[in-house]
């Protein structure tokens, strides 16, 4: 089955933001880290890091598990995936920018570049 081109593109997109949020989180937490070592101000920041790439990648991972099952899939197989699919891109949408709107504040409470 064929993933429709417009939801194709926009999960891509996706993952390509993902992957920005990932290398932007943690290289935020090496910073962080090596500035200021982990300590009662740093450690729920640092956590916090952790815990947007730990999302990131395992949201990276769903997405694309998903696309490459309704590939394979058998149409009645693929057709579920694709509604779950459905639900992990709507999804993916809304967190995306509440994950970079987060890394972005830490940034800017510890003057990071």
């Known amino acids: 089955m064929l ?3 417009p939801l194709r593109r926009d999960i ?3 993952l390509d933001r993902l992957l920005r949020l990932i290398d ?3 290289a935020c937490g090496r910073t962080l880290f090596g500035e200021h070592g982990e ?3 740093t450690i729920a920041d640092l956590a916090a890091l952790d815990n947007i790439v730990e999302e990131a990648q395992d949201t990276y ?3 694309w598990g998903l696309m490459a099952r309704i590939a394979r899939d058998s149409a009645q197989q693929a057709a ?3 509604r779950l699919l459905e639900q992990a891109h709507l999804r993916t949408r809304e967190r995306l920018d ?3 709107r987060s890394v972005r504040e830490i940034k800017t409470d510890w003057g990071l570049p």
Do not use: V, Y
């Open 98 to 100: 509440a994950l970079s």
């Open 61 to 63: 991972r769903r997405l």
């Open 39 to 41: 300590n009662t101000q």
């Open 12 to 14: 891509f997109e996706q």
């Open 3 to 5: 993933i429709p081109e």
């Open 24 to 26: 932007d989180s943690a």
């Open 80 to 82: 579920d995936n694709m």
